[in-house]
């Protein structure tokens, strides 16, 4: 099989774009903690960046062998083909919540009359073909799309900042511990830990020592994009209109008015988070592809992305058919569920690694 | 009418590569396509219904630690739903 690789740049910027697809989309933290979110999005940050160090650092030391084999070397043959199951499961409910997030956005906003199953499915079919094309390209791809995102939001949050009035995040720590705690849970559960799927690909970069870098960067700008669309967002619309709002940046952005020259800016908008969605889609479909064949002990894994991209789009026509089931999911649900995929088993990899000899079987790996 | 047309498809597509796969040899391949294809196949049929999905899982394993963890807390989740 040809091993794609990439360099660490690619994978930061595969990274901030998985991260930021949509994480300004529904801004849940920020309706239940109001000014003091930035406590939260920076502790989940904090807290990710911490988890990533854990996972550069167990993979520098088998730099040859993907984290799927090391997960198996380390926890061992059975133990470590359920912890893949776990995220295989996970990768398919971040992917359902993907596709049901577009479909919502699209037919709660632009395109009420269509189906959202149609929507889906036209997005599978994208996303398919693209994660077909291999890693390398996906990475090349991004590059392309990055800098018109970021001169678009750059510009869009310029003209927000004008109706901006008073500082949003002021008055400060208004809420209780208790509060601030869960609402850094939903933080981490959602846009944060989803990076543990990018751990991943982290044997296909070049240069192995730049890992923790590129990826930290990159979880920094998702952190500040979030921060700073929040900020927009409160400010802009203020607290009653924020918290009554479906989409809250969106509505932030349809306030946008540019002269008579550009109207309609957030279809510009629109356009970039359907393509970074669909980013976030690719990845996921491509390393579900890749664990899904090292579960079942697979070479030939080209014919399996339609019909895992076709998987994703029918669990996600049986899932959340009403949009409160998904905000309900996002909000009670994901901030404990991720744990297990993002926290509990890579620590115990790391743990283990550090206490365990590199034994034969280790040293074999990374000569084969 | 979307979900019919997906099954045509699907059921095409797992049947040439089922057969593909098989004549090259990777039976392990194929039996793990023609798997994943008929389980899209039942998802897709109209009328079945209480399939499980990587919600109702994630819901059915984690539902009692997030009530757990919500009231241990005493935080309150609701945020507006239009």
Known sequence: M????????????????????????????AKLLMQDVWIANLTACLFILMLLKMNAYVQNQYPHANMSDIIDIVLGKWLGKLAHAFYLLGMLGLGVLSLRSISVFYTSAILPGTSPNLIMLLVVIVTTYAA????????????VILPFFVVSIVAIGFFIYQDVE??????????PLPLLLYGSLISFGFP??????????????????????????????????????TYLTI???????????????????QLVKFGE????????IIAIWTIMTMYEIIVLQYVFVQIAGRLFGMKALKPFYLPVGVFFFAVATKSFVNPAELVAYDLKILPVSVNLNAVLVPVCVFV???????GGSVQELNHS | MIGYFVIAAIAAYGAWHCARLWRRGKLRESVVLGLVSSVVAAYLLPGVRHLPTAESIHAWLYRPLSDY????LNVSTEVNVP
């Open chain 1, 2 to 29: 040809i091993r794609e690789r990439i360099t660490p740049f690619q994978l930061g910027c595969l990274c901030f774009s998985f991260l930021s697809g949509f994480s300004t989309l529904y801004l849940l933290e």
């Open chain 1, 132 to 143: 077909s094309l291999g890693l390398s390209t996906i990475a090349r791809s991004v590059l």
């Open chain 1, 166 to 175: 008073a500082n949003p995040f002021m008055p400060q720590l208004q809420h």
């Open chain 1, 192 to 229: 944060f830990c989803k990076s543990y799927v990018m751990v991943f690909l982290f044997s296909e970069v070049t240069h192995q020592k730049k890992l923790f870098k590129s990826c930290s960067i990159a979880v920094v700008f998702s952190c500040a994009y979030l921060l700073i669309a």
């Open chain 1, 235 to 253: 400010g802009s619309l203020g607290d009653n209109m924020f918290k009554t709002a479906m989409f809250p940046f969106f509505s932030s952005i």
């Open chain 1, 261 to 268: 020259y550009i109207e309609r800016i957030e279809i510009l």
């Open chain 1, 352 to 358: 283990l690694t550090l206490f365990k000899k590199r």
């Open chain 2, 69 to 72: 963890v919500i009231e241990w």
